[in-house]
Structure formats: C-alpha cells, structure tokens
C-alpha cells in the first residue's frame, strides 16, 4: 500500500497524463471486448463464457498475420476476421443448440470450447510467450503532454476504440439493423413473427461480438504478451465491466471500461498489490447499492 | 432413530467396511491412491451440488473454497500450532468465514450473476494466493510439505494409515451431506430450486437458507481440499484456479445432479479418465473439453440421471415459470 | 380484520390502482370482480407485499402491514395461492405439504432429523383429505391434473395456517363443472375452517352465487361495493361492467 505515491502522483501534472492516458487505454481494450459480451447478452440471452477465448485467438492470428505481411492492419483485420468466423462456426454447431436451455448447459459448452482453444493455441504457437513486437509505424518518439509522457501508440489505439465506439452506437441506435437487434433483445417472438429470422440475427450479433473481441486482440498483440489462456483474465475483467455498466448497456459498458481502466491505472500506483482487489470492491459497491449497474436494465437479483 | 436413518448409517459403515478392504483384496497401492484422489474431487463436486442440484445455484467459484481448505490447513500444521484434528476443524471454519461473507454478497443474485460473481470472488482468490507469498508460497505453493505429527496413534506419514484416514473422513462427510439432503433442510432448499417465489410465500427465509447451503456447501467442498493437500502434502494455487471449479461442475453434471452419488459417480470417472489420458498426451484440455463438448450438446444427462426412477426433468436448476407470468397477469 | 385504506398504486406514468378502500370482514367471504386490466392481481400484490403501494394503508387487525416482506406478511396470516398453479414440480404432492408445515413450524433449518419423520403428517392429511387430495399424496406435482394442482395450491397455502386466504381465479382454466366443485370446495373449506376469504373471479354465475361481498374494480378503482343483490342493480355497474365488458369476459372465459 503506498497512497503516498498515489498523492504525489495525483498532484504532478505529468503523473496524471501518463496514468489517464494508459488507464484510458486499458479501458477502451476492455471496452471492445466487454461491448460484444454485454450485446450478446442482451440480445441473445447467454452469458458467452468463451468471449476470452476469441480475444485470445485474434492476438495469436494477428501475430501470425504480423509475421508474414508485416503489415500491422493486416494483422488486426485478421484477428477481428478471423475471430468473427471462428465465432460464426461456434455459434452455428455449439451455442445455437442451447439457447434457451438452462445456464449450466451453456456455461459447460463454452467451457469445453475454452479448454479446446486454449490446448489447440498451445499446439500451433507452442506454449512459450510471443511478442508480436512495435509495429515499425507506431517507432516514433513519444509524445510530451504537460511533461507526461505518452507513446504516439497508445493515442492510435484509443482512437480506434474510439472510433469504433462510435459506430458502434451508430449501427445499433441509427440503423434499420440497429432496430432489429433491440427490438430482438425484448421480444424475440415478435420480431420472428414479423418474418424477420432471428436465428440470422443472432448469429450476426454474435459474429459482431467475436469481430470486436479478435480485433481488440489483435490491436493489443503489441504491447501484451500471448499466452495460451491470456483470454481468461480478460473475460473476468469485461465481466466485472458488465457489472458495472448494466448487463446488455453498451453505453454502460464504455463508462465501465474507462472507470475500470482509470481504477486499474491509477491503482497500480497507489495499491499495487490490490488492483484487482479495487476492481471487485468497486463491483461489490455497485451490486449492493445499484443492482441493476450503472446504465442497465435487466434486473441482477431475483423477483 | 427412524428405520430409514438407522439403515443409512448401516449402509455407510458398510461402505467404510469394503472401502477399507480393498487395497488388501488385490488393488494395491495404485487402487489407495486413484480412491484417495477421486475421494478428495468427489467430496468438492457433491459439496458443489448441494447448491446446483438441489438449490439450483451455479457456483463456478468453488474451487476457491477447495483451496482455501488446503491452504488452511496445511499452512496451520506447517505452522506446528496445533494437532491434524484441530487443524481441520480450524481449516473448516476458516473457509465457512470466507464463504459466509461471500455468499452474502452472491446468493441474492440471479443465476447469471451468481455464477459469474463467484467465478470473479475466485480469481481474486487465486491472485491472494499468487501474492500473498509470505503464508502461500505464492507460485510454488507451500513448500517443504506439510508435517503431519501422530496423533491418537494414527500416524499419516504411513500410506496405510493415510488412506484409513481420508476415506474415513470421506465417507463421513458423505454420510453428513446425505442425511441434510434428506432432512428438512434439504427439502426447503428442494422448494427454493423448483419455486423460489412461491417459497418466499409459503415463508421461507429464501436468503437465510441459501446462505446458509452456500456455507455448508463451501465447507464440505473444503475437506476434499484438505484430503488432497494430506494426499500430496501440499497445496498450489492451481486448486483454486478456475479449471478446477469448470472440472467440478462436469463432474456434477457427468454424474448426474439429480443423484445424490451423481457428482462422486462423476469424479470416480473423470480422475480415472485423468490417470489414462495424461499417459498417452499432454494435451489433457483438448482431450477433457472435446468430451465437454460432447456430453453437453450429444448427451445432456449425466449417468444417474438415466438411471433414475420416475420421469424427473432433465434440469431441475430451473425454477417453474409461471413466477412472473402471475405477477403481471392482471397488473 | 383486512382493511385498504386510499390505496394508490403507480407504475411508471400508469395508475394501476387509485384510491382503493376495502374492508374484508372476519370471516367474510369476497368476491373482487372486474374486467380483463382492471387490476385484480396487482391488488393481490400489494397485499401480500409482491409491491409497495405508492400512497395509502394496509392494516390487518388495525395494525399497518405496509413495508412488511413478503414472509413477515405471511407469518401474520395472510397467504395467497396463485392464478397459475405456482407448484414444486419435483416434489410429491405430500412432500411439498410437509415442506410448507415445515417452514410454517419453523423446522427449515432442521438438518439432522429425516424429514418424512420430521412432523406427524396428520395435519398436512388433514387439508389434503379436505381437499380431496388424498389419493394425490404420493404422485408427482407435475404428474397431477390441471384441477388437483389448483387445489394443491390452495392446499399450500392452507398448511400455513392463514387467517385471510387470497385466491386469485381459483376456477381459471377449468371446464365449467370443474369450476363448481372447485368454488363448492372453497366454501367447504370457508365454513371448516372460519377463515376470511378474499377471491378474484370472471365468472358472473360464481360470483353471485358464492359471494358475501363484491367489489367491482375498474380501471384500478372500485367502482361498486356491496352485497349480490346491490350490485346486481347498481346501475354504475351494469353500465361500466356488465353492459359492456361482460360479453367480452364470457367470450373470453369461453
């Protein structure tokens, strides 16, 4: 425990644009990968315990995209690409067959796919640590903000966040697609009887999902390193994001994300120990004094 | 005591009787161990399916309390304060703290939530465990073993007296469990699976039972952690990993939840599926998760389950649903 | 003994009850009436605290049960049984009778005691012989007929000893001679066992036969209270409820 620190931080100008800046990074990676498990919940009803595991393949794809092209758009186009397929292929042959069957079912099938991908990655890439290494674009000097220091790297990526971020409220508030999927989201029934096919829709919304979590790994193959099971941390921390922002709330899952990453960040300062401990405690606060999350609908505990 | 209670406990000394026998009756060293083994995961998957069979509660964080058993209590004899007996007791009621004050938190919440939440509680857990190195061990778990000095001249540094002793303990926490599926108790948590709210209206104290289940659940799941961590004297941090709790729950629902053997039935499966696989690969997660795959979009129903009399739904985890559908009737 | 004083429920912008006063006597027997949305049920729901009402008071014996939970209210004696058949479908049909004695007598934490020989099983016999259950004892919930799972919803109920009994459509979903000896058995077990009974019901015929008291709800207020025969003639009545809605209830309940 060191709050000293976190003061002296807080009060040095230079100190606080570095840890918004890589608390906003943190939060806007989480973000794209919470914003698809937060959607398909709402629309779909089934919580994807595998979202990790899709992050995890977009980065390993993005690495191996990285290796023969070299060219880091190309890497993170395959890893979005790529995890969008593979969650098309998992959607069609696994989670459709237990949609609307009881939680455990669906926790054990993603489970099994998880246990799969993570031995199947370990079999391709080896089990050793991979650094996909700094794209040569992004070799630049970093930028000084008021005296903090900011790699040219992290604004791209949260740029991209951003942007996608955007059009992410873009399709689902603006869009006849949009329509579509929220009004599937409250009566699924209906929007079948309107001759629209829902399994279509579902299964789009999740490959829209898979899109975000393999493009999130793959945007962040640069400054991680791969594992077998590197998804696992990260479906936690988009879960305890989910929480937070209201289960099936994209809008609450972006201020989640950004609160997590700023909580992480600045944490890591002050508790450097218990930056996990700060997040739970934070989902803690907002299950005991706002059930529902900070912007969601659906109810967390029981009628 | 009833007849039926009477020949319940018959039947457990029986059980004890030919569990104690059979290493003598030609299984040997490696039968003792596979039942040790299997005894400690089963003990954790029948504890975990106190609250998913018959409370309808999804934890996926009990490996936490696995491991918190383990950890007490090998770091309070590593500690050389107290006697083994003492020390499990000690061990116990740790982990009945821990879980008290997690339940708390948890059993209120929806499925979903619940489950999540406990997966979340166990990897905070498991991160304690990893930085926590001054009682832990952090990745090395503790080290150096854990003594376990005589005591009422059971010394269980000596195989024989080790396997008497964990499968005595097994069968009496298995006898224990037993008899709370069965007692009153056990039929409220019966009504709060099958009709949470319509429990609540017939006055039940909905959250002081489930918080309750949850304690009793976490603690029972615990004396497999402290079998295992005699067993290999020793504990890791993998125990309270989540794989642990994933391997539990298909264990519960391999054997079958709606049994109460189901989950041990399961376990005997699984570890001896374990002891064959890991000879032949390394790749035990592509070996466990296809057979995952398998069971939960082929099969559906555990073991028991098939066997069980009388047409029983196939998910009793999920309460009735005419629940809200009278709420708003007429609203 | 159940008393509603300017009760106001709001949901969001949409009043679903108004100033409801009521009086439901010691041993009363009463009938709530009104069309399809008149909220019957959500009146049920603020009694047995499912909701908070917005504005007003609920007294039972003169003392106020608002802001009461769900068990404390049953604890004083006023229960419900549901329009659905709200059951424990794993259960048999004793098993779910012990289950409620058990939590009426306090007995759910008993952990070491079998629970067939927890309590003498007369009592729970005793309200499924009343009910003409007994022969349903040891089959399935699930296996049971649509009637004698309402019955055994009832029976639920009963086991916890109330004091006012709300029974919300007891006949809903039965064919029309199943719906009399439905309504025969409930004025069986009015008159056996003294309790104030407080029923919802579309069928008119029921109603002005069985009923002591009706109240007739419209549009979340009570429109009409009184005895059959005041209501009967209550020309508000006729015009709001029997005039128009009525056709649309029998075809409805056809």
Not at chain 2, 159 to 181: D, G, K, N, S
Not at chain 2, 261 to 274: Q, Y
Not at chain 3, 79 to 101: D, E, G, H, K, N
Not at chain 3, 150 to 171: H, N, Q
Request: charged share 10%; glycine share 10%; with cysteine.
């Amino acid at each position: 425990m060191e709050p000293a620190a976190l003061l002296d931080c807080l009060t040095s100008l230079s100190c606080v644009v570095t840890q918004t800046t890589s608390g906003l990074i943190i939060g806007m990676l989480f973000f794209l990968v919470a914003a698809g498990l937060t959607l398909i919940f709402g629309v779909l009803g089934i919580v994807n315990f595998a979202h990790g595991a899709f992050y995890m393949v977009g980065a390993y794809l993005a690495y191996s995209a990285y290796q023969v092209t070299g060219s880091y758009l190309v890497a993170v186009l395959a890893g979005g690409f790529g995890a969008a397929i593979l969650g098309v292929l998992f959607e069609r042959f696994a989670i459709r067959r237990v949609y609307g069957e009881n939680v455990l079912l669906q926790l054990l099938v993603c489970y099994g796919f998880v246990l799969v991908a993570d031995d199947l990655v370990q079999i391709i890439w080896g089990s050793e640590y991979l650094s996909m290494g700094m794209p040569q674009a992004f070799r630049l000097p970093p930028v000084f903000i008021a005296g903090g220091i900011v790699p040219p790297f992290y604004i791209f990526i949260i740029t991209v966040a951003a942007v996608f971020a955007a059009v992410l409220w873009f399709i689902i508030e603006r869009t006849q697609y949009g329509r579509i999927i929220r009004a599937t989201a409250v009566n699924p029934t209906m929007v079948s009887a309107l001759g629209i096919p829902t399994p279509l829709i579902y299964l789009s919304v999740f490959a829209l999902g898979m899109f975000l979590a393999g493009m999130a790994g793959g945007l962040a193959a640069p400054i991680r390193a791969l594992t077998p099971g590197m998804g696992f941390s990260v479906l936690i921390v988009s879960f305890v994001v989910t929480v937070i922002g209201g289960m099936g709330s994209v809008t609450g899952a972006l201020v989640a994300s950004i609160l997590i990453g700023l909580v992480r960040s600045y944490g890591s300062i002050g508790f450097p120990l218990f930056v996990d401990g700060l997040m739970y405690v934070m989902m803690g606060l907002v299950l005991v004094l706002k059930p529902n999350g900070l912007l969601g609908r659906q109810e967390a505990s029981r009628p | 005591m009833t007849r039926s209670t009477t020949r319940n406990a018959l039947i457990a000394l029986a059980a004890l009787v030919v569990l104690l026998a059979l290493p003598h009756l030609g299984g040997g060293e490696k039968l003792a161990d596979y039942i040790i083994f299997a005894a400690a995961w089963g003990l954790l998957a029948t504890g975990l399916n106190l609250l998913i069979g018959y409370t309808g509660l999804i934890s996926f964080g009990h490996a936490m309390f696995f491991a918190s058993g383990a950890y007490s209590f090998g770091a309070i004899m590593q500690a050389q304060i107290m006697p083994v007996p003492l020390a499990i007791v000690a061990a116990l009621i740790i982990t009945g703290a821990i879980a008290a004050l997690i339940g708390a938190i948890c059993v209120r919440l929806s499925e979903i939530y619940f489950a999540f939440l406990t997966l979340a509680f166990q990897m905070f857990f498991h991160s304690i465990l990893l930085s926590w190195v001054d009682v832990t061990g952090g990745d090395n778990g503790l080290l150096g073993g854990i003594p376990t000095p005589v005591f009422f001249g059971v010394d269980l540094n000596q195989p024989e007296h080790l396997y008497a002793f964990c499968v005595t303990v097994t069968v009496l926490a298995m006898y224990l469990m037993h008899r709370i599926v069965s007692s009153p108790f056990g039929f409220t948590l019966r009504m709060i699976r099958d009709n949470e709210r319509r429990a609540i209206f017939l006055g039940v104290n909905v959250f002081a039972v489930k918080l309750t289940c949850f304690v009793l659940s976490a603690v029972f799941s615990s004396v497999g952690g402290i079998i295992l961590a005699l067993f290999i004297s020793g504990a890791y941090p993998d125990f309270a990993f989540w794989t642990t709790s994933g391997e539990a729950i298909f264990m519960v629902m391999l054997g079958g939840l709606t049994n109460f053997f189901g989950p041990i039935l399961g376990a005997l499966i699984l570890t001896g599926l374990n002891d064959i696989v890991v000879t032949y690969t390394d790749h035990y997660g592509l070996f466990l998760g296809g057979i995952i795959l398998l069971f939960s979009l082929g099969l559906r129903k555990g073991v028991l389950d098939f066997v069980k009399p009388g047409g029983r739904k196939s998910t009793p985890a999920q309460p009735t649903a005419d629940a809200k559908e009278a709420t708003h009737a007429d609203a | 003994m159940l008393t509603l004083d300017a009760v106001h429920k709001n949901f969001g912008g949409i009043k679903a009850t108004r100033d409801v006063s009521l009086d439901f006597p010691k041993g009363s027997l009463s009938a709530i009436i009104g069309p399809n949305g008149a909220g019957k049920t959500t009146l049920f729901n603020l009694i047995s605290a499912q909701i908070a009402p917005s504005e007003g008071a609920i007294t039972l014996d003169g003392a106020s049960i608002v802001g009461r939970s769900r068990t404390e209210i049953v604890r004083a004696g006023v229960v419900r049984a549901f329009q659905v058949a709200s059951l424990f479908p794993t259960l048999t049909a004793m098993q779910a009778m012990t289950a409620a004695r058990v939590s009426y007598l306090g007995k759910s934490f008993g952990m070491w005691r079998p629970f067939d020989a927890t309590l003498p099983p007369e009592r729970a016999m005793e309200i499924l012989a009343l009910l003409d259950l007994g022969h349903a004892a040891n089959t399935q919930v699930s296996a049971l007929s649509h009637g004698d799972q309402k019955l055994l919803d009832i029976g639920l109920a009963l086991a916890m000893e109330p004091r006012v009994l709300l029974l919300d459509e007891p006949t809903a979903g039965l064919g029309p001679q199943e719906r009399w000896s439905m309504i025969e058995q409930i004025k069986e077990i009015w008159r056996a066992l003294g309790l104030t009974i407080v029923f919802i019901e579309h069928d008119m015929d029921i109603v002005f036969a069985t009923a002591q008291q009706i109240h007739v709800l419209v549009s979340g207020a009570v429109l009409a209270s009184g005895t059959p025969d005041q209501v009967r003639g209550d020309q508000r009545v006729i015009d709001a409820y029997l005039g128009t809605a009525l056709d649309e209830e029998k075809e409805a309940a056809q």
